[in-house]
Protein backbone atom coordinates (compact mmCIF):
# COMPACT_ATOMS: atom_id res chain seq x y z
CA UNK A 1 0.00 0.00 0.00
CA UNK A 2 2.57 2.49 1.07
CA UNK A 3 4.63 1.65 -2.37
CA UNK A 4 1.49 2.77 -4.69
CA UNK A 5 0.99 6.15 -2.47
CA UNK A 6 4.30 7.15 -3.56
CA UNK A 7 4.24 6.21 -7.09
CA UNK A 8 0.37 8.02 -6.66
CA UNK A 9 2.88 11.15 -5.33
CA UNK A 10 5.54 10.76 -8.08
CA UNK A 11 2.80 10.63 -10.55
CA UNK A 12 0.93 14.14 -9.54
CA UNK A 13 4.38 15.74 -8.82
CA UNK A 14 5.72 14.86 -12.55
CA UNK A 15 2.01 16.01 -13.58
CA UNK A 16 2.29 19.00 -11.88
CA UNK A 17 5.62 20.40 -12.93
CA UNK A 18 4.73 19.54 -16.13
CA UNK A 19 2.51 21.81 -16.00
CA UNK A 20 4.33 24.56 -14.48
CA UNK A 21 7.24 24.30 -16.58
CA UNK A 22 5.23 24.45 -20.09
CA UNK A 23 3.93 27.52 -19.07
CA UNK A 24 7.06 28.99 -17.73
CA UNK A 25 8.62 28.04 -21.47
CA UNK A 26 5.98 28.98 -23.57
CA UNK A 27 4.74 31.98 -21.64
CA UNK A 28 8.48 34.07 -21.15
CA UNK A 29 9.24 37.21 -22.77
CA UNK A 30 13.11 36.39 -24.20
CA UNK A 31 15.64 37.96 -22.09
CA UNK A 32 19.00 37.71 -23.19
CA UNK A 33 22.28 37.67 -20.89
CA UNK A 34 25.10 35.81 -19.36
CA UNK A 35 24.50 31.57 -19.35
CA UNK A 36 23.45 29.89 -16.46
CA UNK A 37 21.87 33.35 -15.09
CA UNK A 38 18.20 33.05 -13.67
CA UNK A 39 17.83 36.61 -14.95
CA UNK A 40 17.92 34.81 -18.16
CA UNK A 41 14.70 33.13 -20.53
CA UNK A 42 16.82 32.29 -23.45
CA UNK A 43 17.88 28.66 -23.76
CA UNK A 44 21.43 28.67 -21.50
CA UNK A 45 19.38 30.63 -18.73
CA UNK A 46 17.75 29.52 -15.72
CA UNK A 47 15.08 32.00 -15.49
CA UNK A 48 12.46 28.47 -15.43
CA UNK A 49 14.25 26.96 -12.58
CA UNK A 50 13.72 30.12 -10.74
CA UNK A 51 10.16 30.66 -11.44
CA UNK A 52 9.42 26.95 -10.88
CA UNK A 53 11.15 27.11 -7.48
CA UNK A 54 8.77 30.44 -6.58
CA UNK A 55 5.68 28.14 -7.89
CA UNK A 56 5.91 25.06 -5.59
CA UNK A 57 6.42 27.03 -2.33
CA UNK A 58 10.16 27.86 -2.15
CA UNK A 59 11.06 31.59 -0.98
CA UNK A 60 12.89 32.22 -4.00
CA UNK A 61 15.80 35.80 -3.88
CA UNK A 62 19.02 36.51 -5.88
CA UNK A 63 22.51 37.76 -4.71
CA UNK A 64 24.03 40.71 -6.16
CA UNK A 65 26.23 41.93 -3.41
CA UNK A 66 29.34 39.61 -2.42
CA UNK A 67 29.41 40.46 0.91
CA UNK A 68 25.62 39.99 1.94
CA UNK A 69 24.27 37.62 4.63
CA UNK A 70 24.33 33.68 3.80
CA UNK A 71 21.20 32.12 5.91
CA UNK A 72 22.70 28.97 6.76
CA UNK A 73 18.99 27.77 6.35
CA UNK A 74 19.07 28.19 2.78
CA UNK A 75 20.51 26.89 -0.54
CA UNK A 76 22.59 28.83 -2.96
CA UNK A 77 23.03 28.16 -6.43
CA UNK A 78 26.21 29.11 -7.90
CA UNK A 79 26.65 28.38 -11.59
CA UNK A 80 29.31 29.15 -13.99
CA UNK A 81 31.28 32.52 -12.85
CA UNK A 82 31.83 34.94 -15.48
CA UNK A 83 35.76 35.73 -15.12
CA UNK A 84 37.18 37.60 -12.84
CA UNK A 85 33.68 37.41 -11.08
CA UNK A 86 34.86 34.47 -8.21
CA UNK A 87 37.55 35.56 -5.73
CA UNK A 88 39.12 33.70 -2.18
CA UNK A 89 36.87 36.49 -0.25
CA UNK A 90 33.75 35.00 -1.96
CA UNK A 91 35.23 31.21 -1.83
CA UNK A 92 35.87 31.81 2.13
CA UNK A 93 32.20 33.53 2.75
CA UNK A 94 30.71 30.28 0.87
CA UNK A 95 32.61 28.31 2.34
CA UNK A 96 31.41 29.12 5.93
CA UNK A 97 27.87 29.41 4.54
CA UNK A 98 28.55 25.73 4.21
CA UNK A 99 29.81 24.54 6.88
CA UNK A 100 27.53 26.80 9.52
CA UNK A 101 24.35 24.20 7.42
CA UNK A 102 24.06 25.93 4.19
CA UNK A 103 23.52 23.73 0.62
CA UNK A 104 25.13 25.00 -2.26
CA UNK A 105 24.71 23.73 -5.23
CA UNK A 106 27.98 24.56 -8.00
CA UNK A 107 29.13 23.57 -10.74
CA UNK A 108 29.54 23.85 -14.64
CA UNK A 109 31.95 23.44 -17.39
CA UNK A 110 35.48 24.18 -16.17
CA UNK A 111 35.09 24.85 -12.96
CA UNK A 112 38.62 25.28 -11.85
CA UNK A 113 37.09 27.75 -9.39
CA UNK A 114 35.19 25.24 -7.46
CA UNK A 115 38.79 24.35 -5.63
CA UNK A 116 39.08 27.13 -3.92
CA UNK A 117 35.76 25.75 -1.64
CA UNK A 118 35.91 22.33 -2.21
CA UNK A 119 38.27 20.55 0.19
CA UNK A 120 39.82 17.61 -1.35
CA UNK A 121 40.87 16.26 -4.85
CA UNK A 122 38.23 17.69 -7.64
CA UNK A 123 39.21 17.40 -11.12
CA UNK A 124 36.96 17.76 -14.59
CA UNK A 125 37.48 16.15 -17.67
CA UNK A 126 36.21 16.86 -21.17
CA UNK A 127 33.56 13.88 -22.42
CA UNK A 128 30.41 13.87 -23.80
CA UNK A 129 27.43 12.69 -22.41
CA UNK A 130 23.67 12.72 -23.07
CA UNK A 131 21.59 10.62 -20.52
CA UNK A 132 22.62 10.34 -16.50
CA UNK A 133 20.75 8.03 -14.57
CA UNK A 134 21.00 7.82 -10.65
CA UNK A 135 23.61 5.50 -9.60
CA UNK A 136 22.06 5.23 -5.64
CA UNK A 137 19.54 6.18 -3.39
CA UNK A 138 19.68 9.36 -2.28
CA UNK A 139 17.27 12.96 -1.62
CA UNK A 140 18.74 14.46 -4.32
CA UNK A 141 18.05 11.70 -6.80
CA UNK A 142 13.88 11.42 -5.22
CA UNK A 143 11.43 11.02 -8.32
CA UNK A 144 14.16 10.64 -10.58
CA UNK A 145 15.09 7.83 -13.15
CA UNK A 146 16.48 9.77 -16.08
CA UNK A 147 17.94 13.38 -16.43
CA UNK A 148 18.81 14.62 -20.13
CA UNK A 149 21.58 16.91 -20.66
CA UNK A 150 23.71 17.84 -23.73
CA UNK A 151 27.10 17.72 -21.55
CA UNK A 152 31.11 18.24 -22.48
CA UNK A 153 32.06 17.01 -19.44
CA UNK A 154 32.07 14.97 -15.94
CA UNK A 155 33.91 14.78 -12.86
CA UNK A 156 37.63 12.79 -13.18
CA UNK A 157 38.49 13.12 -9.52
CA UNK A 158 36.26 13.87 -6.53
CA UNK A 159 37.14 14.38 -2.87
CA UNK A 160 36.99 11.63 -0.40
CA UNK A 161 33.22 10.83 1.49
CA UNK A 162 31.60 12.21 -1.97
CA UNK A 163 28.48 9.95 -3.04
CA UNK A 164 27.83 9.84 -6.71
CA UNK A 165 24.50 10.88 -7.30
CA UNK A 166 24.37 10.73 -11.41
CA UNK A 167 26.20 8.93 -14.05
CA UNK A 168 26.02 7.57 -17.76
CA UNK A 169 25.80 4.00 -18.58
CA UNK A 170 29.93 3.93 -18.58
CA UNK A 171 30.09 4.63 -14.95
CA UNK A 172 31.07 8.96 -15.70
CA UNK A 173 29.60 11.24 -12.68
CA UNK A 174 28.13 14.32 -13.57
CA UNK A 175 26.56 14.58 -10.07
CA UNK A 176 28.15 14.56 -7.19
CA UNK A 177 27.68 15.34 -3.47
CA UNK A 178 29.41 15.46 -0.02
CA UNK A 179 28.51 16.61 3.44
CA UNK A 180 31.06 19.40 5.02
CA UNK A 181 30.44 20.65 8.57
CA UNK A 182 27.23 21.11 8.89
CA UNK A 183 26.16 21.70 5.13
CA UNK A 184 26.02 20.12 1.80
CA UNK A 185 27.91 20.15 -1.36
CA UNK A 186 26.14 19.07 -4.35
CA UNK A 187 28.38 19.26 -7.45
CA UNK A 188 27.58 19.69 -11.21
CA UNK A 189 30.06 18.89 -13.88
CA UNK A 190 27.01 19.86 -15.91
CA UNK A 191 24.47 22.44 -15.76
CA UNK A 192 22.18 22.05 -18.47
CA UNK A 193 19.92 19.63 -16.81
CA UNK A 194 18.26 23.02 -15.20
CA UNK A 195 18.83 25.80 -17.92
CA UNK A 196 15.64 26.83 -19.91
CA UNK A 197 15.95 24.64 -22.83
CA UNK A 198 16.47 21.47 -20.88
CA UNK A 199 14.19 21.92 -18.12
CA UNK A 200 11.19 20.15 -19.60
CA UNK A 201 13.18 17.10 -20.40
CA UNK A 202 12.95 13.82 -19.13
CA UNK A 203 13.27 14.01 -14.94
CA UNK A 204 14.87 17.71 -15.11
CA UNK A 205 12.59 19.32 -13.84
CA UNK A 206 12.07 16.86 -10.42
CA UNK A 207 15.81 16.96 -10.04
CA UNK A 208 15.77 20.85 -10.34
CA UNK A 209 13.59 20.63 -6.85
CA UNK A 210 14.97 17.74 -5.32
CA UNK A 211 18.75 19.50 -5.72
CA UNK A 212 18.09 22.27 -3.34
CA UNK A 213 16.98 20.40 -0.58
CA UNK A 214 13.64 19.95 1.25
CA UNK A 215 10.23 21.39 0.78
CA UNK A 216 10.04 24.91 1.44
CA UNK A 217 13.84 25.70 1.83
CA UNK A 218 14.59 29.06 0.86
CA UNK A 219 16.98 29.04 -2.34
CA UNK A 220 19.14 32.34 -3.23
CA UNK A 221 20.58 32.47 -7.14
CA UNK A 222 24.08 33.74 -7.00
CA UNK A 223 23.99 36.95 -9.68
CA UNK A 224 27.01 38.64 -8.49
CA UNK A 225 28.89 35.61 -10.55
CA UNK A 226 27.57 36.77 -13.25
CA UNK A 227 28.11 40.17 -13.79
CA UNK A 228 25.20 41.71 -11.91
CA UNK A 229 25.56 43.93 -8.96
CA UNK A 230 23.69 46.08 -6.39
CA UNK A 231 24.43 49.54 -8.12
CA UNK A 232 22.01 51.76 -10.47
CA UNK A 233 21.99 53.01 -14.29
CA UNK A 234 24.48 51.60 -16.33
CA UNK A 235 26.63 49.59 -13.60
CA UNK A 236 24.01 47.41 -12.50
CA UNK A 237 24.31 45.82 -16.28
CA UNK A 238 26.54 42.80 -16.37
CA UNK A 239 29.82 43.54 -18.38
Request: glycine share 10%; aromatic share 6%.
Amino acid sequence: MKGRVVAVVAVLLAINVAFIVSDLVLNTEQVSGPAASSYVTTGEGTAAWHDLLEETGHEVSRRRDPGAHLDPGSTLVLLEPAPGRFDESIARSITAFVEDGGRLVAGGALPDWLSSIVVGDLAWAPVPIGTIRPATPAPETNYVDAVAINSIGAWDRLPDGSETLLADAEGRVVVAAFDHGRGRIVLLADVTSVMNSSIDAADNAAFSLVIVGEDGRPVVFDEYVHGYADEEGLTALPD
